[in-house]
């Protein structure tokens, strides 16, 4: 079991992703990887998927904070491999615990769908509205 990877979406600001962390697109092309990278989750950086700090000229407001959300059995451990795909949300794969920012909840799972459009209802996590803004990226 790992418990060394780690996700905490930030007040207002974007995913801080850590651990053994990869970063990928669709087709499995590594882009970055590292111990700590920092993603998009206001849709707007110049440089997604990683945060250029746009976040703060769009007056993105996300306080970070979720509950509910059901947890799962770590069983492998590896690397978190985050995969982003055109126009849509953030596929996390691997042993991982995603921490809301005020710390009062976290939540182990091996497979998630993270929004990086911005506009979820449920954020951070996808809940598909990608579509309904024709979020590009
Ligand atoms: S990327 Fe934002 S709802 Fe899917």
Redesign the pocket.
Known sequence: MSDENHIRPRVNGPLRCTGDVEVCDADGNLLRSGSEVELCRCGQSKNKPFCDGSHAEADFESDGIFSGVTSEELSESGPLRLIVHDN??LLAHGPMTIYSSDGNFSVTRTDVAL???G??ANKPF?????KECQ?EG
């Open positions: 849509a949300g929004c990086r459009c506009q979820s996808c809940d598909i509205t990608h979020f």
